[in-house]
């Protein structure tokens, strides 16, 4: 079984600055791909940002590349999402997801970690 561990979640002012830690328990493949979704109550789960273990392109939503940045250490089996400059509108519970090479969806998930971003 994996476990996906995740810190670093908190209450942030506007403009300040948080960084999301992902820890895997183990990697089932090098091309897995592991992300970031965020999930505000009442709307769907939003995919953020993703990266797989090799290869130094990860992918982010286009209205947070000035902002957010998703990185990883392969040593620490850890993606981090770095989040900057943060808006009130980041409020939501991030979680972590790994999506297993040949697998149909995002396996599996991490607990959440909470983001509230006061004005």
């Known amino acids: 079984q994996v476990q996906l561990v995740e810190s670093g979640g908190g209450l942030v002012q506007t403009g300040g600055s948080l960084r999301l830690s992902c820890t895997v328990s183990?990697?089932?493949?090098?091309?897995?791909?592991m992300a970031w979704f965020r999930q505000v109550p009442g709307k769907d789960r939003e995919l953020v940002a993703g990266?797989?273990?090799?290869?130094?392109?990860?992918d982010l939503l286009d209205s947070l590349q000035d902002r957010f940045t998703i990185s990883r250490d392969n040593a620490k089996n850890t993606v981090y999402l770095q989040m900057n400059s943060l808006r009130p509108e980041d409020t939501a519970v991030y979680y972590c997801?790994?999506?297993?090479?040949?697998?149909?969806?995002?396996?599996?998930w991490g607990q959440g970690a909470q983001v509230t971003v006061s004005s």
């Open positions: 183990r990697r089932t493949g090098s091309v897995d791909y």
């Open positions: 997801a790994l999506h297993a090479s040949g697998a149909k969806k995002y396996s599996f």
């Open positions: 990266l797989k273990w090799t290869g130094s392109i990860g």
